[in-house]
């Protein structure tokens, strides 16, 4: 059984390509670990993970990316471990409430990690978005109504299918920016992607 690392892009993982001498690819076999670029977003995802997850073959998923951050008194470049993940935008308005697919009776929109692996990181709450948040009136929202640490496009639906799948799963991102109307002045895109580099090598390296 082998772990499958799970990120949306390239650049996410551009040195852990690097130390293990990865080849280029969207999917690349190793010896003791699995590497799959889904895509940006929840449907390149789901569609990604649908071709390649399989019960038989990992008993781990680890899904890695940088993420925007609500809270500020965290700092960025500091690496969190998602424990919660939410579909945010996955239901119906109804006036000037919100009604998740829950609500609905359609399904589901809040997931769990699963693992036992302690990973001696923050633990976070976040949420999976198709649109990231960039005015004060629906960032404003979101924390009333849902109050997270952390968005991304994708965290949600790799908890989604490795629940289906039966597999555990770990989410680690990396804070590149503020959930704030967008400025990218003040991204630290290289620090986040440097932090979450280090710590996926260190963590799949410990693992062979």
Same mark, same amino acid.
């Given at each position: 059984?082998?772990?499958?690392?799970? #990120?949306?892009?390239?650049? +996410?993982?551009?040195?852990?390509?690097? $130390?293990?001498?990865? %080849?280029?690819?969207?999917?690349?076999?190793?010896?003791?670990?699995?590497?799959?670029?889904?895509?940006? =977003?929840?449907?390149?995802?789901?569609?990604? /993970?649908?071709? $390649? /997850?399989?019960? &038989?073959?990992?008993?781990?998923?680890?899904?890695?990316?940088?993420? !925007?951050?609500?809270?500020?008194?965290? +700092?960025?470049?500091?690496?969190?471990?998602?424990?919660?993940?939410?579909?945010?935008?996955?239901?119906?308005?109804?006036?000037?409430?919100?009604?998740?697919?829950?609500?609905? !009776?359609?399904?589901?929109? $809040?997931?769990?990690?699963?693992?036992?692996?302690?990973?001696?990181? %923050?633990?976070?709450?976040?949420?999976?978005?198709?649109?990231?948040?960039?005015?004060?009136?629906?960032?404003?929202?979101? @924390?009333?109504? /849902?109050? %997270?640490?952390?968005? &991304?496009? +994708?965290?949600? #639906?790799?908890?989604?299918?490795?629940?289906?799948? $039966? @597999?555990?799963?770990?989410?680690?991102? &990396?804070?590149?920016?503020?959930?704030? %109307?967008?400025?990218?002045?003040?991204?630290?895109?290289?620090?986040?992607?440097?932090?979450?580099?280090?710590?996926?090598?260190?963590?799949? =390296?410990?693992?062979?």
């Amino acid at each position: 059984m082998k772990t499958l690392v799970v #990120a949306a892009t390239k650049a +996410e993982l551009a040195f852990f390509y690097q $130390h293990f001498n990865l %080849p280029e690819g969207d999917f690349i076999e190793a010896k003791n670990f699995d590497l799959l670029i889904t895509g940006v =977003g929840m449907v390149a995802t789901a569609f990604s /993970l649908g071709k $390649h /997850l399989d019960a &038989s073959r990992y008993n781990l998923v680890l899904n890695v990316g940088i993420a !925007g951050c609500f809270d500020r008194k965290i +700092e960025l470049g500091s690496l969190v471990n998602i424990t919660e993940d939410i579909f945010a935008e996955l239901g119906a308005e109804n006036g000037d409430d919100f009604l998740t697919i829950t609500d609905l !009776g359609f399904g589901e929109n $809040h997931f769990y990690s699963k693992s036992n692996i302690n990973v001696g990181l %923050p633990i976070a709450k976040s949420i999976t978005v198709n649109c990231v948040s960039g005015n004060e009136k629906g960032i404003n929202g979101l @924390i009333k109504r /849902l109050n %997270p640490t952390t968005e &991304s496009m +994708e965290g949600a #639906a790799v908890f989604y299918a490795c629940k289906q799948e $039966h @597999i555990d799963c770990l989410q680690i991102r &990396s804070i590149s920016n503020y959930v704030e %109307p967008r400025n990218k002045d003040k991204w630290k895109i290289g620090l986040a992607i440097k932090n979450l580099n280090d710590w996926a090598i260190a963590f799949v =390296g410990d693992m062979n």
